[in-house]
Antibody, heavy 120, light 108 residues
């Protein structure tokens, strides 16, 4: 069974940093692209970062470019999101999602999310 | 950036009725890169439809997707009470992908 479990969320002050983790199991992690998607309270979904299976290709949404860094450790079956210079508008539930479903790029599996609150 | 616009914002229907949800893209999207997700209250999103028209594993056949180019549709043929949710379309061809703003389906 595919499982994605996020951790590392919490309360952080504006300008602070936080590192999110996503532990993957039930599939060969190194074969799949991974993504971070966030959802502000009461709002819709926003795709914020993508990393290829090898880690060689990375993309960011403009809203987080230069502040967030995505990475992965295929030996540890883990995905990470290093967040810095955090702002109030970064407050959201952060989901990791696996790309690649039946040969398509859709996000077939999602974690349960971890809440990040940026507030003084 | 590809912008996806979903309509209507909210759909209020009775059980057994047909729901038609629309997703319009600001530029042409390959059908293989269009997906639909369902998000029930308090839950993570779940993949419903990929490749514009193929149901994901375990998705009931009352859900169907169609469309091409810039206009796509998710249809729920006979609404069930458990279909109460927000539905999002997504283009996943240009990473990290963009989502529509969502259509909320309410059950009368």
């Amino acid at each position: 069974e595919v499982q994605l479990v996020e951790s590392g969320g919490g309360l952080v002050q504006p300008g602070g940093s936080l590192r999110l983790s996503c532990a993957a199991s039930g599939f060969t992690f190194s074969n799949y692209e991974m993504n971070w998607v966030r959802q502000a309270p009461g709002k819709g979904l926003e795709g914020i970062s993508y990393i290829s299976s090898s880690g060689n290709t990375i993309y960011y949404a403009d809203s987080v470019k230069g502040r967030f860094t995505i990475s992965r450790d295929n030996a540890k079956n883990s995905l990470y999101l290093q967040m810095s210079s955090l702002r109030a508008e970064d407050t959201a539930i952060y989901y990791c999602a696996r790309g690649g479903y039946s040969g398509y790029v859709s996000f077939g599996y999602w974690g349960q999310g971890t809440l990040v609150t940026v507030s003084s | 950036e590809i912008v996806l616009t979903q309509s209507p914002g909210t759909l209020s229907l009775s059980p057994g009725e047909r729901a038609t949800l629309s997703c319009s893209a600001s530029q042409t999207i390959s059908s293989s890169n269009l997906a639909w997700y369902q998000q029930k209250p308090g839950q993570a999103p779940r993949l419903l439809i990929f490749g514009a028209s193929t149901r994901a594993t375990g998705i009931p056949d009352r859900f169907s997707g169609s469309g091409s180019g810039t206009d796509f549709t998710l249809t729920i043929s006979r609404l069930e009470p458990e279909d109460l949710a927000v539905y999002y379309c997504q283009q996943c061809g240009k990473s990290p992908g963009t989502f529509g703003q969502g259509t909320k389906v309410e059950i009368k």
